[in-house]
């Protein structure tokens, strides 16, 4: 662990260089990735705030969860769970997909 | 198997773009070809270890590892390029000279391949992590093994044709403005490195201003698309950008503007070479 603290240190240096996070309490979602596909398939996230989704892999193979609209690419390994921050959505449709499944793991949010 | 090939493929373009400028970046340069093969070994190995580590980065920095990852590897080769353009600044000039006298393959230069050899080593590692990771996937629910080896190979021919094609595409600019037009793409290179860095660290956590859309053009040009995908490497092209990534590409054309004025050769010098 501490080799990868070091590993990650020069992204101390950026954030030090950006603005010091504000962290308002997001609202949180769950999803589950299981044979290749999303559960549930549709989110409603109340639009103009900060959501976190965390998203549960229980497929042993590893997931990209990818969303242009929502501006996220993030790899979430098999067996295991990750966080995807997204917003302050406009109201609307976001699709998302698992781009290592992509035929069958798509899902959309919609912000309203 | 053809999922494999256009994952991979997809992945390969990406870097494949980013090498194909920096092998014309450093046109006349003796070593070169060494660098960039230096850069690739390195970054593909690197790309092992993230794969290998991805569930602990994915889980350090409170879920967080990953995207500060990413933003740490851009801001990385950011740097990088500044530094890149900052010398060439200082000694394009010399060299276009010399080439225009000798040909270019007597122009030695001394140049500094380090910065450019991070930037490929980091562009590799930052693609090429998805793809083990995709093809780690497909090996582990069991889809046969020589299908995933023939995806992947074709996606990896294509993608190096493709690289192939942006250096050969380089290299018919005449050598007078070669460096003109290299500089200018590794600026926007640059530029939109640092928008996509800006969005991870959002996405992180650790940036939430700023984060506004400021246009859709995903109905005109669709970011997913091969165009958009292309842009979005070249020039940082994103259908949907925050207010946050249009400052943060701004501010690297800037900083990039800046520091070749800075440091350009003063007059003197330039009138005695």
């Known amino acids: ?112 | 198997m053809l999922g494999a090939l256009i994952i991979v493929f997809r992945e390969v373009i990406e870097a494949g773009l980013i090498i194909g400028i920096v092998l014309a970046a450093t046109r006349g340069v003796r070593e070169r070809g060494a660098w960039v093969g230096l850069g690739v070994g390195i970054g593909t190995l690197g790309a092992g270890v993230v794969a290998l580590f991805a569930e602990a980065i994915s889980s350090a920095f409170e879920g967080a590892g990953q995207e500060l990852l990413n933003a740490s590897v851009l801001g990385a080769a950011v740097v990088m390029l500044m530094w890149h353009n900052a010398w060439m600044a200082r000694h394009g000039r010399e060299m276009t000279a010399e080439m225009a006298a000798v040909g270019e393959a007597v122009t030695t230069g001394k140049r500094p391949m380090t910065a450019l050899a991070v930037v490929v080593g980091l562009a590799v590692l930052r693609e090429g992590s998805e793809v083990v990771l995709f093809l780690y996937g497909i090996v582990a629910t069991g889809t046969s093994a020589s299908a995933l080896l023939i995806g992947g190979t074709l996606g990896l021919a294509v993608g190096a044709a493709f690289t192939a094609l942006t250096y050969y595409g380089l290299l018919a600019i005449p050598a007078r403005y070669i460096f003109a037009v290299t500089t200018v793409l590794i600026a926007l290179l640059a530029a939109g490195m640092a928008a996509q860095a800006v969005q991870f660290l959002d996405a992180a956590g650790w940036i939430n201003v700023l984060g506004q859309r400021l246009w859709d053009t995903s109905g005109v040009l669709p970011q997913d698309g091969i165009v958009g995908r292309m842009l979005h490497t070249l020039v940082g092209y994103t259908d949907r950008p925050t207010e946050l990534q249009l400052i943060a590409y701004l501010a690297t054309l800037a900083v990039m503007a800046a520091l070749t004025r800075v440091a350009a050769p003063p007059r003197s010098a330039r009138a005695a070479a």
């Not at chain 1, 999803?31 to 989110?43: A, S, T």
């Not at chain 1, 993030?74 to 921050?85: E, F, Q, W």
């Open chain 1, 1 to 112: 662990m501490r080799g990868l603290a070091l590993a990650l240190a020069p992204a101390f240096v950026l954030a030090a260089l950006g603005l010091p996070s504000m962290t308002a309490a997001a609202q949180e979602f769950n999803l589950v990735i299981r044979n290749h596909k999303f559960e549930p398939e549709e989110i409603r996230v109340p639009a103009g705030k900060r959501v976190s989704i965390y998203v549960s892999n229980e497929d042993a193979s590893p997931e990209e969860f990818d969303s242009s609209a929502l501006k996220v690419e993030k790899v979430i390994p098999g067996k295991s769970k990750g966080l995807v921050r997204i917003g302050p959505l406009a109201p609307g449709r976001y699709e998302f997909i698992g781009e290592f499944h992509a035929d069958t793991a798509k899902g959309v949010v919609i912000a309203e």
